[in-house]
């Protein structure tokens, strides 16, 4: 067994000879969950639900927090959405704001995945949704200050609330998958049957098998 393969104690019942492994699940299923829990280290199972049950708790109130932001100082705002109307898809500030807030979470959510699952189709995707967002964020200001369209007050202002928005949302994004990832392999452990040693005897067990 390698090291990795400690994190997780498999039921002997469950073992395939024929395939060398775990019958009813895949290899790549076994080996995410293997490369989740060496990042994490949670040392038991109960361990694992508090870390996805506390990273779900405060990606929640990351993502309402921002969204709460954006209905203050953004849609209830006194602002003239006439005015600085944006370049990209010819939309308001307030569309702007919105569109950033939901871009930025696409854009950190299908980078996590696509990092997780080894996949390279959807990083252009998400690497795209990123530069949508900064050039949303920059052009406020720089139609104020390089372009002369309204007041560099205003611009600076508007930039600051999208950057704000964007980074909300995808620290929000953030914890929220990271709880997802977890809760995933708690089901799967659950699931097939796993039983997590602790980190204290897969280190034992490596440093015996070296």
């Given at each position: 067994?390698?090291d990795?393969e ?5 039921p ?6 024929q395939?060398d492994?775990i ?6 299923d ?8 060496k ?6 199972q109960s361990q694992?639900?508090e870390?996805?049950?506390?990273y779900?708790t ?5 993502l309402t ?12 705002s ?7 109307i944006s ?11 919105l569109?950033v807030?939901?871009?930025s ?6 980078a ?20 949508l ?9 720089a ?6 369209k309204?007041?560099?007050s205003?611009?600076?202002w508007r ?5 704000i ?9 953030v914890?929220?998958g990271?709880?997802v990832?977890?809760g995933?392999?708690?089901k799967f452990?659950?699931q ?7 980190l ?6 490596s440093?015996?098998n070296?």
């Open positions: 067994m390698s990795a400690d994190f997780l104690e498999p002997s019942m469950a073992i395939n000879p395939t492994g019958e009813g699940h895949s290899d790549e076994f080996d995410l969950a293997i490369r989740i829990l990042q994490f280290e949670p040392k038991d694992l639900f870390m996805a049950s506390k779900g405060w990606g929640g109130m990351a927090a921002t969204f709460v932001f954006w209905w203050l100082l953004v849609q209830g006194d602002d003239d959405m006439s005015v600085g370049l990209f898809f010819k939309i308001n500030f307030s569309q702007v704001a569109v807030l939901i871009l979470a696409l854009s950190t959510i299908l996590d995945a696509s990092r997780v699952r080894g996949s390279f189709m959807l990083s252009p995707v998400s690497g795209g949704m990123f530069i967002c900064m050039l949303y964020i920059a052009e406020p200001l139609a104020s200050v390089i372009f002369d309204y007041d560099a205003v611009g600076l930039s600051i609330r999208l950057g928005l964007w980074s909300g949302a995808r620290v929000g994004s914890l929220f990271l709880s990832k977890l995933w392999v708690k452990c659950e097939w049957g796993y039983e997590m040693n602790s204290a005897t897969s280190e034992v067990s440093d015996s070296s």
